[in-house]
C-alpha cells in the first residue's frame, strides 16, 4: 500500500500528539503543518525537518498530493475548516467533537458521502485497549443486563477560553458509552458552575438516560485535587471498573451483587449479598493515538467506515446540545465569589439507530 498524504491544521496542545503518531506510521507520510502562530511552526520543523510549514490553511488543502487533512483547532473552526477540506476532495479527520452543532455535522456528513470521503472524529477512548477489552465483556453478557452507569472524568485543569467543561471532557464517557451500549441517549440532564471564569461551566454533572433503560451519571471537573478516569459499570450479574489512570491493573470485574428473594410469609424481606473474586483481565499497552491514527489511515486507504465516523461524532454533539441547553434553561447569577449556577431541565433526544 503507497502512503497516504496527511497534512495537519494546528499545532496547539493536541496537534504534536498527532503529529508525533503519523509520523510513527510507516503507511502514512506527514507533509505540511498549519499554525497561525510562526513560533509553533518553528517548534515542529525542528523536531521534524522534513516537514513544510504555513499559517495559510489554503496551502495545505489545496495541495494536490495531500490525501488527508487532519483538523486540531479550536472547536468554533471545526467545521469551517473541515467542509473546506472536504469540498476539495480531502479525507478529514476532526479532533473531538465533530463541530459545535448538530445541524454542521449534518452538513459535514453530507459532504463526505457525496464525494466518497472518509470522515472520522478523533473520539480516542474508542480505540483504547481496555475500553475495547470492556466491549468484548459486555459483548459476551458476562456482566448480565447493565443497570447503571457511573463515569469521573476529572482534574485540575485545563481551563478552556472557548468551550465548557462540558464540550471538553464530556464527549470522551458520551464516545465510550455509546461505543459500548451500542445506542445513543434519549433524554439528558445537566447541572453545573462556573468557579473561576464567569460564563464558562467548569464543574457540571449530567444525568444520560438511554432506551434500554439504563442510566448514567457524568462527572466532568476542571476542579479536583486529583485525576480521575473512572467509570463503574453495574451489571444484574457482575460489576466492573474500568480506571485509565491506573497503570496496569486498568480494569476490573467484580463477582459481587445483591440477589432478591421472593418473600415467603407476609412482611418477609430478604437479600441476598454476594461477594465473590475480583478479576482483573489482561490488556494490551499500545497508545489509543496509534491505533487511532492507523485506522484512520487503513479507512482512507480501504474505503472502509471508520468506528468513530461521522454518524457517531453527530450523535454525541446532539448530546452535547441537550446538555448545553439544560444548562442554559436555569441560569441564576450569584456574587462573583460564589459564580454562576446553571442547569436542571432535561433535554428529551430522538433515539438515533447505528447501522
Known sequence: MSKITVGLIGYGYWGPNLLRNYMELETAHPKWVCDVRPDRLLTAVTRYPSLLTTTRVEDVIGDPEVDAVLIATPISSHYTLAMQALRAGKHVFVEKPLATSVDECDEMCAAAAERDLVLMVGHTFVYSPPVRTVKRILESGELGDIYFVTCSR????????????????APHDLAILEYWLGETPISVQAMGRSCINNGIPDVAFLNVRYASGIVAELQVSWLSPVKLRRTILVGSRKM????????????????????????????????????????????ESTEPLSLEAAHFIDCVATGARP?????????VVAALEAAQRSLDSNVRISDERRGILYGGHTETLAEVSRP
Open 154 to 169: 476529572v482534574n485540575l485543569g485545563l481551563h478552556q477560553r472557548d468551550v465548557s467543561v462540558v464540550w471538553d471532557l
Open 240 to 283: 466492573l471498573m474500568y480506571d485509565d489512570t491506573e497503570s496496569v491493573e486498568k480494569v476490573k470485574i467484580f463477582d459481587q451483587g445483591v440477589d432478591y428473594k421472593d418473600p415467603e410469609t407476609f412482611g418477609e424481606f430478604q437479600l441476598s449479598y454476594r461477594t465473590g473474586d475480583i478479576f482483573t483481565p489482561r490488556v
Open 307 to 315: 468506528i468513530s465516523d461521522g454518524a457517531a461524532g453527530r450523535s
